[in-house]
């Protein structure tokens, strides 16, 4: 089949000139006209043509109007003006209108397909820069999230499908695993990408200056209120929130937040009026929200509503695969912000990284790596992961200094739910730890074993501080 012939579209009062144009220009182009400019402008809806040439003199709407009308359009085809002599004015109002060329009459066939050929060529040019722009803005989110294991690639898609929804999201993951990466990806890939995104640590807010932070106050709402100030929903207003460590966020907030979420109002404190805001919510936490809401530090309709949809992020050691990928990525990052050249890591650095457990996940590789960067020296890879277990186990010891502490101060305690809750847990660990050792550490039997989730063990080998070398 023949390759469809570009389209053009004829917009002239003067039959001759239509005619000359046909003639001389149908073995390369597919021609269609229109006699006058209203008909012009229905024809481009009708025909689709790629380009128009346009008279600019003619009775009725002139060919400027005709500009003034096709600007409107999305995506208009080129336009080159078609002019007499002495039109010089007309000329450059027509340029200021967006016209790609004009042509000044009588003209040379030949010469008229030359101006066509470049101005195809010019729009061909001009589509491609803004598809590749385009292509680049999502390509450089996604070269600064690394990781192409199947866990993060399932990541990846399920921040494809909800960067565009307006759901809230949830983030969830253990310290260092890119969870404000991710929110800040969402954010650029979504329709609000060109409006703020505001952050916001729930935790590294004192509690009681976190509402005023969050939703402002009126003028002397509080001692030192002396005037009105907007709180960060209102500063996001039409962009997206990011409420980072959002179980850290204090229970009588919780329900000021769920009716922003679902009114997307709020009150200021000390006020009295509603306040409407447009704002894409986006929250994060490591902490394990089941088990705050039972012990009632988090509200259970607020969880349901941000658990619309979740985004699990996979510590790293769960995603080996991913280690050399990122290793290398700050090292080129590092080489360039230090100014600084490193050969590749060897096979055996690349292994122990591979092998290493990351309590403190991507944040600590990285980390890792900027320290190899600056000394130079990647030998010192196996110091920083072996202080790294080190560290571990001395947590472990202050940890059982504290519980020494602990228990005399509970051995003299009568609370009735102090010293139950203390054994309880006493014995929880201990369960957990014969558990653990006797399947070898395999987490996922020993959660069978247990008969809890396999996240709740892992938060309670994180809060006992369990580890398979003790
Ligand atoms: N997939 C990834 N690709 C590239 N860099 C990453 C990735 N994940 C995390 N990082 C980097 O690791 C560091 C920690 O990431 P981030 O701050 O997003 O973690 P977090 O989950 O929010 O941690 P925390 O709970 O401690 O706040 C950042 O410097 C981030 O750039
Ligand atoms: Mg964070």
Known sequence: MAKDKTKILIIDDDPKVAWILTEGLSTDFDLVSARDGIEGVQMVSTEKPDLILLDIKMPGMNGLEVLEKLNKMPGRPEVIMLSGHGETKNIVQSMHLGAAEFINKPFDVKEVEIHIQTVLEKSHLK????????????????????????????????????????????????????KEI????????????????????????????????????EKGAFTGAHKTKPGRFEVANKGSIFLDEIGDMPLELQSKLLQVLEQQEFVRVGGINNIHV???????????????????????????????????????????????????????????????????????????????DWP???????????????????????????????????????????????????????????????AVAKEEKKLIRDVLNRTNWNRRKAADLLEISYRSLLYKIKEYNLNSAK
């Open 127 to 178: 589509r491609e820069v803004s598809n590749l722009k385009t292509e680049l803005k999502s390509r450089s989110h996604y070269e600064q999230f690394i990781g192409d294991s199947p866990k993060m690639l399932q990541v990846k898609s399920i921040i494809e499908q909800v960067a565009n929804s307006e759901l809230t999201v949830l983030i969830r993951g253990e310290s260092g695993t890119g």
């Open 182 to 217: 991710v929110a800040r990806m969402i954010h650029s890939l979504s329709g609000r990408s060109e409006e703020q995104f505001t952050k916001v640590n729930c935790a590294a807010i004192p509690r009681d200056l976190l509402e005023a932070e969050l939703f402002g106050y």
């Open 278 to 356: 447009d704002v894409r919510i986006i929250c994060a936490t490591n902490k394990n929200l089941e088990e705050a809401i039972q012990l009632h530090q988090f509200r259970d309709d607020l969880f349901y509503r941000l658990n619309e949809i979740t985004i699990p992020l996979p510590p790293l050691r769960e995603r080996q695969e991913d280690v050399p990928l990122l290793a290398n990525h700050f090292l080129n990052r590092y080489m360039e912000l230090y100014q600084k050249e490193y050969p590749t890591l060897s096979q055996g650095t690349m292994s122990k990284l591979m092998d290493f």
């Open 360 to 422: 403190g996940n991507v944040r600590q590789l990285e980390n890792f790596i900027k320290q190899v960067v600056v000394r130079g020296d990647e030998s010192i890879v196996g110091d920083l992961l072996s202080s790294s277990l080190k560290a571990v186990g001395q947590s472990i010891s202050v940890e059982s200094a504290d519980s020494d502490e602990h228990e005399n101060e509970l051995a003299n305690s009568f609370s009735l739910k102090k010293r139950v809750g203390h």
